[in-house]
């Protein structure tokens, strides 16, 4: 079992940088694929990106590729979200979410949640 707790946001200004961090506990979590979601003020959990569990996979969808880096360090248990150039439609509560059997876009592939933790991009 693994327990996911993020940290890192905050406000910040369009065009500005902010990196997520994803803390895991457990001994297992080398072995979960791994992913960040983010969900806006009446709106659906959407898909942001995603990592193998071995970091050499990454998936990003389109709205955040070329400005968010998914990476992992499997020695500190750690995943993180580096995100440049944000933008207000970035605005949102972030996830993150892991899985020893999944990796993808769905919200529903994913086993274990992260409460989240809130970013907001002033224009």
């Known amino acids: 079992q693994v327990q996911l707790v993020e940290s890192g946001g905050g406000l910040v200004q369009t065009g500005g940088s902010l990196r997520l961090s994803c803390a895991a506990s457990g001994r297992t979590f080398s072995s979960y694929d791994m992913g960040w979601f983010r969900q806006a003020p009446g709106k659906d959990r959407e898909f942001v990106a995603a990592?193998?569990?071995?970091?050499?996979?990454?998936y990003y969808a389109d709205s955040v590729k070329g400005r968010f880096t998914i990476f992992r360090d499997n020695a500190k248990n750690m995943g993180y979200l580096q995100m440049n150039s944000l933008k207000p439609e970035d605005t949102a509560v972030y996830f993150c979410?892991?899985?020893?059997?999944?990796?993808?876009?769905?919200?529903?592939?994913?086993?274990?949640w992260g409460p989240g933790t809130q970013v907001t991009v002033s224009s």
């Open positions: 990592i193998s569990w071995s970091g050499h996979n990454t």
């Open positions: 979410a892991a899985d020893p059997d999944y990796i993808g876009s769905s919200v529903s592939g994913y086993h274990y």
